[in-house]
Structure formats: C-alpha cells, structure tokens
C-alpha cells in the first residue's frame, strides 16, 4: 500500500471508531494491523485509537507501556498544577493527561512525552523560578538567562528533570506575539473546568476555550498530527451545549474566523463527525494544505507553513508583522552562538540577522553553481 492507501484507510477506519464511540457501540474487529498503517497511526498520535479499534495483540505490549507513561505524566501534573498553586500561580493543564482525561475520559487515550501547564503573562518568571527550585533544568541554550529574560524573550519553555525523567512545557502564551493569530491567554482563565487526573481535579480550559487554544496551536502546525483533529471532533461530541455565541464573537474580535472554520473542517475530515459550519473556497484550499500535511511523511517545513498562515490572515498588515516577527526573534540556534543577558540581549536579533544572510548567500551560491 502507499503512504495515501494507508491515510485513506486509517481516516476511514476513523470515521468508523468515531461512529461507534458516539453512538456507544462495541464491536471492534479482532484483527492485526500491517507495519504501514501502524507506522502512520503512530506518527499522527493515532496508536491508542487503532488499539481501541481492535481486539488484536500486536498494540497490546505498547498500550501497557503507553499506559504506565501517561500515569506518570498525570501523576506529575496533578503535583505540580497542586504545588504551584500552593504558592500563588494559578495554573491550567494544557494538551497531555488531563485534556485526554477531560475529553476521552481516559488519560491513556493520548501519546504524550511531557507536562504542557499554561500560567498568566505576569506569573511566567515566578513558575520557572519555581520549576527550577523542584529540580527542572533549563536547556543550555538559554541556561544563563534570568527568568525575566526568558519570560520576556518567548512564551513557551521546555524544562526537563534528571532524576524524574520527566519534561514540562510551561506556556504563558498560546502563539508568539508576532503571529497574527496571537491572543491575550488571559481568556483561558475566564472559562476553565475541572477534571479528575489520578484521582485529584486539576484545572483545564473550559470547552470554549479549549476549543480557541486548539484551534489555534493546529494552525501554528499546520494541523501535522490527525490526533489534533481528533480532539475537536470529541470536543465537540462531549459539549452539545457549548456556547457558540461566546465563540462567534470572540472570533470576530480576534480575526479568528478562519482558523475556527478549518478546526471544524479539519475535524470533519478526519472523523466524520457533525460540525456547525459551512465549507467556502478559502477552508476548502487551507484544508487541502492540511491534507496533503497528513499525506507526507515530513513534517511541514516553513513554506507550508507560510501558506496556510497567509490564507487565514485576512490582514496584510497582520502576515507582514508575522514576517517580520519570523525573521528578527531569535531562535534556539540562535541562543547558542553566544551567551548574552542583560543589555546586551538585543544583541541576539543582530546575531539572527547575521545567520539568515548567511544562509540566504550560500543558497544563492550553490543556486548559480547549479545552474552554470
């Protein structure tokens, strides 16, 4: 079979489980899957699914594996989500156990390799400061920055524990400040819920909400992973009542419109499941970017990227900010040439200027030797 006969059967197969879970019908097949599908499912987050769609062996050894690392993820959210609200931050659980939790009612249901936790713009220095005195390690890239240095220069970052074998992501943001699809997270506060991880309820987004935030980070990324679109469709199917009028508006205000619709679309796609909206040119063409993502064996590069930005950006002003953004905010490459801090951190946006010219020269020489 080729990589498309194995996303055609593995959407296929689907929009068959989705049915069956919504309609709360058993009755999967007792079957094993070919090495292909099983490699595809696995790249798009999809392993629990293809266990869950059948009563075969070949998924059984790794779902008890999978099993015993989600319990561990769950269990170090609950006590770090517990602990920093102990000391003043208030916290929510983003993506991993607890949105798995929320939406499948099983934390299992999820491949996942760390902790994503979101605290507010203000609290961002405080919780790294927090996760480092619990013994999290800040990457060597950006180890000699102060906390407030960080906080201002990102609004995510990954820490990780030597002894825990553990890695956090802690947000304070849900997109770079450039992208035009930037939010205050601040929202997220306004409509949270609570599920229960490991026997303990900790903090997630509200359905609303949630539906904002992964709207949002599916476009960052292109929609790569089918599990993304996965999550919406059982957003949708376990909150019938979900205020739509609240998140009209809140499109509209943000100039969210578009990245709402291909959420929908995408879920669709991928599942089947019903949506509330209707398909126009424009999700059409985004959606087809996103197929083709699914369809690829890479992982979308800068152009796709690009491409689907621009079609969900009715500003200009807006895509040329993102642009620019792109080009002048450092990178983690970047942090490595050299260690600055303080006055001189502005220094790093002549360092990422430097290494974009040089690489656009080499291009354009290894261009002219081709073509002579």
């Keep these: 079979m080729t990589s498309q006969e194995h996303l055609d059967a593995l959407i296929a197969l689907l929009h068959g489980w989705h049915e069956r879970h919504r309609s709360g019908v058993d009755g999967a097949p007792n079957c094993e899957w070919p090495s292909g599908l099983v490699s595809l499912a696995d790249r798009h987050g999809l392993l629990p699914v293809l266990?869950?769609?059948?009563?075969?062996?070949?998924?059984?050894?790794w779902k008890r594996q999978n099993d015993l690392r989600m319990l561990g993820l769950a269990a170090e959210t609950v006590?770090?989500?517990?602990?920093?609200?102990?000391?003043?931050?208030?916290?929510?659980?983003?993506?991993?156990?607890?949105?798995?939790?929320?939406?499948?009612?099983?934390?299992?249901?999820?491949?996942?390799?760390?902790?994503?936790?979101?605290?507010?713009?203000?609290?961002a220095p405080a919780a790294i400061e927090f996760l480092r005195s619990q013994g999290y390690l800040l990457e060597l890239s950006v180890g000699h920055l102060s906390s407030a240095e960080i906080a201002a220069?990102?609004?995510?970052?990954?820490?990780?524990?030597?002894?825990?074998?553990?890695?956090?992501?802690?947000?304070?943001?849900i997109a770079p400040r450039h992208s035009p699809?930037?939010?205050?997270?601040?929202?997220?506060?306004?409509?949270?819920?609570?599920?229960?991880?490991?026997?303990?309820?900790?903090?997630?987004?509200?359905?609303?909400?949630?539906?904002i935030f992964l709207a949002v980070h599916g476009a960052r990324h292109v929609w790569e992973r089918l599990i993304w679109a996965v999550d919406i469709a059982m957003l949708l199917a376990g909150n019938p009542g979900m205020d739509w009028a609240w998140i009209d508006e809140f499109a509209r205000r943000h100039s969210l419109q578009a990245v709402i619709s291909l959420a929908l679309e995408v879920a669709h796609r991928a599942t089947g499941c019903a949506v509330r909206h209707t398909a126009n040119p424009l999700t059409d063409r985004?959606?087809?970017?996103?197929?083709?993502?699914?369809?690829?064996?890479?992982?979308?590069?800068?152009?796709?990227?690009?491409?689907l930005t621009a079609l969900l950006t009715s500003s200009r002003y807006r895509l040329g900010r993102h642009v620019l953004g792109l080009a002048a905010r450092?990178?983690?490459?970047?942090?490595?040439?050299?260690?600055?801090?303080?006055?001189?951190?502005?220094?790093?946006?002549?360092?990422?200027?430097?290494?974009?010219?040089?690489?656009?020269?080499?291009?354009?020489?290894?261009?002219?030797?081709?073509?002579?």
Excluded: M
């Design 51 to 61: 266990h869950a769609a059948n009563t075969g062996t070949r998924l059984h050894g």
């Design 79 to 123: 006590r770090l989500s517990y602990a920093l609200e102990r000391v003043g931050i208030p916290v929510l659980s983003l993506k991993g156990a607890a949105i798995a939790q929320s939406l499948y009612g099983d934390f299992g249901f999820r491949q996942a390799t760390d902790v994503d936790l979101i605290v507010a713009v203000e609290d």
């Design 286 to 307: 985004a959606a087809r970017i996103v197929g083709a993502t699914w369809a690829s064996e890479n992982a979308p590069g800068t152009r796709e990227t690009l491409r």
């Design 181 to 211: 699809h930037w939010v205050d997270p601040a929202f997220l506060w306004r409509k949270t819920a609570r599920t229960a991880l490991c026997g303990r309820p900790v903090a997630v987004p509200g359905p609303e909400a949630l539906l």
């Design 153 to 173: 220069c990102n609004t995510e970052i990954p820490l990780s524990h030597p002894h825990r074998g553990v890695e956090v992501d802690l947000h304070w943001g």
């Design 330 to 372: 450092p990178t983690e490459s970047d942090w490595r040439v050299a260690r600055l801090s303080g006055a001189y951190l502005p220094l790093y946006r002549l360092i990422r200027a430097g290494r974009l010219l040089g690489r656009a020269f080499t291009a354009s020489n290894y261009l002219e030797r081709q073509t002579r």
